[in-house]
């Protein structure tokens, strides 16, 4: 199939390298074009100069970048992807944003006779190097139906949640949940720490009950060594939390302990630790033996 990637960050980079290597024709963009242009070195895909241009008659195109703004500036105007993509074509957004952007787009995408979907991915830059990301998407089940076995290149798991805006409120819903997870976690390894147990063990053996995690069997002993290069940085999840307060308001749910955690990963923010991965919020209980706890 010929498609397009637009975005070629720490997750669209590899999810686009997955695509060509299935087999698909893949034309990538990039805002900065020497990323572009590696991409093409080591996949053998091409580049484009434009949006509008990589999705020249693409059957779908995908596109990862960083927030609503980025969504906006990549999908809409005179070179945007809309403006080059062809009648019944599909975008396929993998950017965390919020769901309003994902209802305007795809208001303005039916006018012209193309579809939407709105699919933000969980997983990390681990899960998109592997090709085991799990993918939530918004939007209908016969589009769906299409996007998905391509999207198999890059996800172990893809789930339709609902209508358009649906992905993204999924989403919401994993970054609440992991960051309660994460805290959890630092806050058992620090009393374990505390008391002189084996961190090794501990996680060796909770792990196979009731407390085990992927948080756990990916970042317990991480955390326990103060290791925070993992990916998924601070300023990040502090995004995607913001988007997710939002959407609370409107819907009058309690979202009280997880503004307590964004006030958390704030204070490491303002400790230097902006691209410190999200389990770093151990990083907040002072041991001596780290020089950065």
């Not at 960050?9 to 999810?15: A, C, R």
Request: net charge negative; with cysteine; hydrophobic share 40%.
């Amino acid at each position: 199939m010929k498609v397009a990637f637009i975005g070629l960050g720490v997750m669209g980079y590899p999810m686009a390298g997955h695509l060509q290597k299935a087999g698909h024709d893949v034309c990538v963009y990039n805002r900065n074009p020497a990323k572009a242009e590696k991409w093409q070195a080591e996949f053998s895909g091409h580049t484009a100069k434009t949006p509008a241009l990589a999705a020249k008659e693409c059957e779908i195109v995908f596109c990862c970048v960083g927030n609503d703004d980025d969504v906006r500036q990549v999908v809409l105007g005179e070179q945007g992807i809309l403006a080059g993509m062809s009648k019944g074509s599909i975008l396929v957004d993998h950017t965390t944003a919020s769901a309003n952007i994902a209802r305007e787009l795809a208001e303005i995408a039916a006018k012209q006779e193309q579809h939407f979907l709105d699919a933000p991915v969980s997983g990390g830059q681990a899960g998109a190097e592997n090709g085991l990301l799990t993918v939530m998407v918004g939007g209908s089940e016969d589009v769906f139906a299409k996007v998905q076995p391509v999207m198999d290149a890059y996800a172990r798991f893809s789930q339709l949640m609902g209508d358009v805006g649906s992905g993204q409120i999924a989403k919401m819903v994993n970054q609440i949940c992991f960051v309660n997870t994460v805290q959890g976690l630092a806050e058992g390894l620090n009393f374990a720490q505390k008391a002189g147990l084996d961190t090794d063990k501990l996680l060796d053996t909770i792990g196979k009950g009731a407390a085990g995690s992927w948080q756990m069997d990916n970042r317990g002993k991480t955390m326990c060594a103060r290791e925070f290069d993992f990916g998924f940085a601070v300023d990040w999840v502090r995004k995607d939390l913001a988007i997710a307060f939002e959407e609370a308001e409107k819907l009058g749910a309690d979202l009280t302990v997880t503004k307590q955690l964004d006030g958390f990963y704030q204070e490491i923010q303002q400790n230097g630790g902006n691209r410190w991965d999200t389990s770093s919020l151990i990083s907040r209980f002072k041991d001596p033996k780290f020089t950065n706890s």
